[in-house]
């Protein structure tokens, strides 16, 4: 089924281009973000994990868990 034809079956999920989406705590409280994984905080920036364990904290928190992704 398509998701018009039975909407009960879907859900909206994250874009999947979008490699840098807002901060979730949902991901941190779920295990945390892999190393390489990309965030925009509210900031504005972008920043991937550096960690080689899942990250739990804010760039804002923990920078030295964070790289600053150049636009």
């Known amino acids: 089924y398509m998701p018009h034809e039975a909407p ?20 941190r409280d779920a295990g945390g973000y ?7 905080w509210t900031d504005g920036n972008r920043y991937r994990s550096n ?4 990250n739990v904290w804010t760039p804002g928190d923990y920078p030295q868990g964070w790289d600053r992704v150049e636009e």
């Not at 009960?8 to 991901?27: G, H, N, R, T, V």
Request: charged fraction near 25%; hydrophobic fraction near 40%.
């Open 8 to 27: 009960s079956l879907y859900k909206p999920i994250d874009d999947p281009i979008d490699e840098f989406p807002a901060w979730s705590e949902a991901i």
């Open 34 to 40: 892999a190393k390489g994984q990309g965030i925009t």
């Open 51 to 54: 960690l080689d364990v899942p």
